[in-house]
Every structure is written in structure tokens, then in C-alpha cells.
């Protein structure tokens, strides 16, 4: 069966210092793979997605970016982080068929103070 | 361009009660639909999905939903709250080609009251 996992669970970080957050899908290959942010009583605004190795579409342009080295693999990352970055991170994937919803990993939680 | 207003960022029933959330979309083609449910400091979990064929959609935890084209609606329902529905409840909407990520309602946080 397919799992996602991401990790850490929870990260706080001082402002100007860099970020990596990783996202591993087991189980399947070529999947979708998204980037999501949720600000504190906000929804979800997703930030980058992945249809493939080394394609990367950017949502919203910000101090973030997003790779993808591995088929299953997505990575978030920053070089300066911000206040603003500060919320609830999900990684999520679904095969490449569009009548199948998503799978949300568990989440991080990053806290810039 | 797709879109999916939900009604109300908060409701409040009694256990019990009858749980109506509300989804309304906008798609320029037939869109595939779908519901979320997230419990606190977690990732979000599929309740139900409408993709073709019958309209009323049954999902996990006694969820159900039905899709109206008419009204460009697909509303969550369930008869009777239970204490464990407390959660926040996301609706979304896909494309047919697979190539577009999900667009997300803002979200409608249930608060289940003994």
C-alpha cells in the first residue's frame, strides 16, 4: 500500500535562518506531489507541485522554494526564513489520475520567532 | 479558473443534530468534488468523492453528500452529530485532465456541543 511521510513533525527557527522540509511517498511511482501552506484560521494555499523528476510549478511567488530530486521525493526549502513563513506545512501526492484525491501527510508545524 | 466557496467558517450543533455543510463551486467544465475532514495538528483525511455516476456520494464516519449540477453544489450531510465530528471540513474541486492541483474551499470548523 502507498504512505506518505514527512517530516519533522514540529521545527521552530530564528528569522534569517534556512529551512528543509521533506516529504517521501513509499508504495508508488510517478506521482503528483504538492506543497501546501495553512496560515493560523486560514485555508490552504498551496505553493508548489510536482508532476515529475526536476518539474516544479510555483504557485505563489514567496521566500520559498521546492525541489524534487527523486520520483518520490519533495522537498521545501528556504535560505532566509520570515515571520510570515510561519504555518502548518502538508505534503500531499495522488497518482496521475485526476478522479483521485489527494493524500496529505501528517504535516509540520514551523514556528519562526 | 475553478473556485469553491464554502458557507460559513464555523457551525455549531448539538450532538445529535443534523449536520448540514455547504459547498458551492464554479468550474467552466464538469468538475470532480471532493471532502476533507482535518482534526487538530494533523494532515487532512478523504471523506467522500464525486467523480461520475450517482449524484449521492456515501463516505466514511456516516458522511454523505450529493451533487447537484443545477445548483453548482455539493453539500456534506450527516443525520446525527457525534462528539468525535468536531473537526474543520474542507471541500474541493479537480479538473478532468489530472494537470491542475486541487482548489481547496476556506474551510468550515464544526463544533459538536453535548
Redesign the interface.
Known amino acids: 500500500s502507498q504512505t506518505i511521510h ?1 517530516w519533522p513533525a514540529t521545527l521552530v527557527q530564528p528569522v534569517g535562518s534556512p529551512l528543509s522540509l521533506e516529504c517521501t511517498v513509499e508504495g508508488t511511482s510517478n506521482p ?1 506531489l ?1 506543497w501546501y501552506r495553512q496560515a493560523a484560521g ?3 494555499q ?1 505553493l508548489f ?1 510536482s ?1 515529475g523528476i526536476g518539474q516544479i510549478s510555483s ?1 505563489v511567488p514567496q521566500n520559498l522554494s521546492a525541489s524534487r530530486p527523486q520520483d518520490r521525493q519533495f522537498i521545501l526549502s528556504s535560505k532566509k526564513l520570515l515571520l510570515s513563513d510561519s504555518g ?1 506545512y ?1 505534503c ?1 501526492w495522488r497518482p ?4 483521485y ?7 509540520t ?1 514551523l514556528t519562526v520567532v | 479558473a475553478q473556485s469553491v466557496t464554502q458557507l460559513g467558517s464555523h457551525l455549531s450543533v448539538s450532538e445529535g443534530a443534523l449536520v448540514l455543510l455547504r459547498c458551492n463551486y464554479s468550474s467552466s467544465v464538469p468538475p470532480y468534488l471532493f471532502w476533507y475532514v482535518q482534526y487538530p495538528n494533523q494532515g487532512l483525511q478523504l471523506l467522500l468523492k464525486y467523480t461520475t455516476g450517482a449524484t449521492l456520494v456515501k463516505g466514511i464516519n456516516g458522511f454523505e453528500a450529493e451533487f447537484k449540477k443545477s445548483e453548482t453544489s455539493f453539500h456534506l450531510t450527516k443525520p446525527s452529530a457525534h462528539m468525535s465530528d468536531a473537526a474543520e471540513y474542507f471541500c474541493a474541486v479537480s479538473d478532468r485532465t489530472g494537470r491542475r492541483a486541487l482548489t481547496f474551499g476556506s474551510g468550515t470548523r464544526l463544533q459538536v456541543q453535548p
Do not use: I, K, M, W
Not at chain 1, 496521475?96 to 478522479?99: C, P, V
Not at chain 1, 484525491?101 to 504535516?107: C, H, I, L, N, V
Open positions: 514527512q503528483n504538492y486560514r485555508g490552504l498551496l507541485y508532476v504557485e502548518f502538508l500531499a496521475g489520475l485526476s478522479n484525491g489527494y493524500t496529505f501527510g501528517s504535516g508545524r
